[in-house]
């Protein structure tokens, strides 16, 4: 669900190498990443050894057409859908980037974010660096082509270890596929096989669509080179550093239908409502989701309640990121183009509504007025992630901390803000209890606890 109070989804990548449609196949592998970026998306292509890009803003079913797919022939290809997370939303920082260099041709796609990104920068322009966007992805590129390594593989890894942040890559040149993944491994980065191809994505939905076979995740700190003749090499060549996996992935970023980090995300998050339900019970006579991102939480916390569930708010599936407001005043009408309450499900009834976060606390307040306008009689507001109090740093677009409502007031007070009769979130051992299957000392929790394991410059531009 896209509304203001939500956290944006970060950046999807995609690669795919040796294949005779290469960009048909990364074009439908962006197709089911779209969830991860809705505001550009490209595609780079090989051609006789020769790289050619297409990106601009929109979604990927806008951005390319049939006969632009048709013109991108070759073997290989890489693509990515973004959100700005840093840098503005401009055509300019759409990916993937594509420079010329001593190296030759490199195209990267990245997901992630550099915290050190503005020193490295700042650096380069004094050296003569001139930079075409304001992407922290552009450095990266700056960094391997002003490396002196005379291969290429060994020129990323010098580049990559030079900055500090979140990064799974796939860098394609004339005749190399790359992916690599940062040492911490805050974002996820996938590996499959189709046909004789090896294909790599942000998720494991990019491979049902295509028929591909998911293989494995690629490992923190790892790089995987797949050449022109289709051989694959792997290697570790940086610097061990401790597993910091987004737990945020499994809460609401991904896409449910998927695996990662050793999880089925559904499954996870239901097991999320399971112990949301034992933590902060309350008596109801309907458990309701905000969709979409709700859903799931919403089914295990009726599961484990034994409190019948019921889609009482549904959601118009039509509307774009932008509409025209009427010039008459309309209740609530950011919300309520998007969601609308089913009248008779609430009317004198007491309700749990099940989000996944609460962030500004803007959205939570108009939904629960909503509710109440159609008629229920209590309204009890159950969250399946502990409160945000601090932003992240490591690729995902959160708020600056001082407009996390939980950074500064208590459940209380939030309680009070949104209109709830109750307010609960789900505790951090909750959460981490919830895991059947990964350890929880591998995952990054700094976005509810403020133990960044990276920490970021403080000349480094970033708003806290």
Known sequence: MTLLDKFKDECGVFGIKPHPEAANMTYLGLYALQHRGQEAAGIVSSKENKLACVKARGLVSDVFTREQLDRMVGDA???????????????????????????????????????????????????????????????????????????LEEAIVEAL????????????TADKLIAVRDPHGFRPLMMGTLDEATVFASETCAFDLLDATF????????????????????????????????????????????????????????????????????????????????????????????????????????????????????????VKIKLNPVRHLFEGKRVILVDDSLVRGTTSRKIVKMVRHAGAKEVHM?????????????????????????SSHSTDEIRRYIGADTLEYISIDGMLQS????????????????????????EGGIEV
């Open 77 to 151: 290809a890489i693509g990515h859908v973004r959100y700005s997370t840093a840098g503005s939303n401009s055509v300019e920082n759409a990916q993937p980037i594509l420079i010329n260099c001593q190296h030759g041709q490199i195209a990267v796609a990245h997901n992630g974010n550099l915290v050190n990104a503005m020193q490295k920068r700042r650096e380069l322009e004094k050296i003569g660096s001139i930079f075409n966007t304001d992407s922290d992805s552009e450095v990266i590129l700056h960094l391997i082509a002003k490396s002196r390594k005379s291969n």
């Open 161 to 172: 270890s030079q900055v500090e942040g979140a990064f799974s890559c796939v860098f394609q």
């Open 215 to 334: 293989v494995r995740e690629l490992e923190p700190g790892e790089m995987f080179v797949v050449n022109n003749l289709g051989m694959r090499t792997s290697s570790k060549p940086f610097e061990a550093r401790p597993m910091r996996q987004c737990i945020f992935e499994h809460i609401y970023f991904a896409r449910p239908d998927g695996f990662m980090f050793g999880e089925y995300t559904q499954q996870y998050r239901e097991d999320l409502g399971v112990m949301l339900a034992r933590e902060s019970g309350v008596d109801a006579d309907f458990v309701v989701p905000v969709p979409d991102s709700g859903v799931s939480a919403a089914v295990g916390y009726a599961r484990e309640s034994e409190i019948p569930f019921a889609f009482g708010l549904i959601r118009n599936h039509y509307v774009g990121r932008t509409f025209i407001e009427p010039k008459q005043s309309i209740r609530h009408f950011g």
């Open 382 to 406: 159950r969250i399946s992630a502990p409160p945000t109090t601090h932003p992240c740093y490591y690729g995902i677009d959160t708020p600056t901390r001082r407009e996390l409502i939980a």
């Open 435 to 458: 895991l059947r299957n990964s350890d929880p000392e591998h995952y990054c929790k700094a976005c509810f606890t403020g133990d960044y394991v990276i920490p970021f410059p403080a």
